[in-house]
């Protein structure tokens, strides 16, 4: 499923980070979330993340036993397509609880309800009571991961699914696969350059492979992982396009990248030159055990 709705213009005062910030290198501060909600193109971003994964994820969740009365919780909402998919399966009968620390995206009434949260921060709603939680390229954003994953985990049912899905971007960290010209080149030297954004963030660019691990030390058993990596086509350009803007003025309030290299990027994207492609995402899922409801308390 592919949101349809179009992008709104930011809201006023912006978005604080997951839980604070970090101090760039040069000891100038980087705070809050590169990839804010705040801005116009985070509506285009959820559109194309949609278009490249919703259907790997809405295949989890039905291989999950995601179904009619499900109690679910989304993590890190974003935009509306997940929330949307989640109430679409579990019906009238069932209960989707979508949060964000920014949900200005989300619309409450569809199906599901909206809440202010932050993973990290913020105690897990509703402790030991939901069949799903779920959250797409969120924690590896949020510098106390142990902690939010700790707080998912803890929100579980006994024989309920932690579904974790996130990208590996040291794994795969190229824009184009074929750096055949200077077109791709530069494209992958951006995508270095957004990397360094990302890790003075506080992001973990490495942090996909390590979610079995991190779910087993959460509890949870019957875990495992698979990753999916697209390559190529109009969303990923789209992407890349939507996401470059968003990150323009940290671009070049770093000095990584100047308005000549960023403007021949978008002109190559547009013109249909490159064959982009994303960081694999890495899904994992683990259950909390029937037996031992107490070891994740």
């Not at 709705?5 to 100038?28: D, F, K, N, Q, W």
């Not at 989300?106 to 599901?112: F, I, M, P, R």
């Not at 890349?240 to 990150?247: F, G, K």
């Amino acid at each position: 499923m592919v949101m349809t709705s179009s992008p709104r213009p930011p809201h006023v005062g912006g978005r604080p980070g997951p839980t604070g910030g970090t101090i760039a290198l040069g000891g100038e501060p980087a705070r809050g979330y590169l990839l804010d909600n705040a801005r116009a193109e985070a509506g285009e971003r959820f559109v194309w993340l949609a278009e490249l994964f919703d259907g790997v994820t809405r295949g989890h969740f039905d291989r999950l036993g995601v179904r009619a009365g499900s109690r679910c919780w989304e993590v890190g909402a974003g935009g509306r397509s997940i929330p949307e998919a989640l109430a679409a399966a579990v019906g009238p009968t069932g209960h989707v609880l979508a949060t964000d620390i920014d949900p200005s995206w989300l619309e409450a009434g569809d199906g599901y309800e909206v809440r202010r949260h932050d993973v990290a921060a913020d105690p897990p709603p509703e402790p030991g009571t939901f069949d799903l939680v779920h959250a797409r390229l969120v924690l590896v954003h949020v510098p106390d991961r142990a902690r939010a994953l700790a707080n998912m985990a803890a929100a579980l049912r006994p024989g309920g699914w932690l579904l974790v899905e996130d990208a590996d971007t040291a794994l795969q960290p190229l824009a184009c696969l074929d750096d055949s010209g200077p077109a791709q080149r530069r494209a992958n030297r951006l995508r270095d350059a957004v990397r360094e954004l990302l890790t003075r963030r506080g992001a973990d660019l490495r942090y996909g492979r390590t979610l079995p691990r991190a779910l087993r030390e959460a509890g949870l058993v019957d875990v495992a992982a698979a990753g999916s990596f697209p390559v190529g086509g109009p969303a990923c350009d789209r992407l890349e396009a939507a996401t470059i803007r968003h990150v323009r003025g940290e671009l070049l309030t770093a000095g990584l990248a100047d308005d000549a290299e960023i403007d021949a990027h978008l002109a190559a994207i547009h013109a249909g030159e490159l064959d982009l492609t994303l960081a694999p995402l890495i899904s994992a899922w683990g259950r909390r055990p029937a037996e031992h409801p107490s070891a994740l308390g």
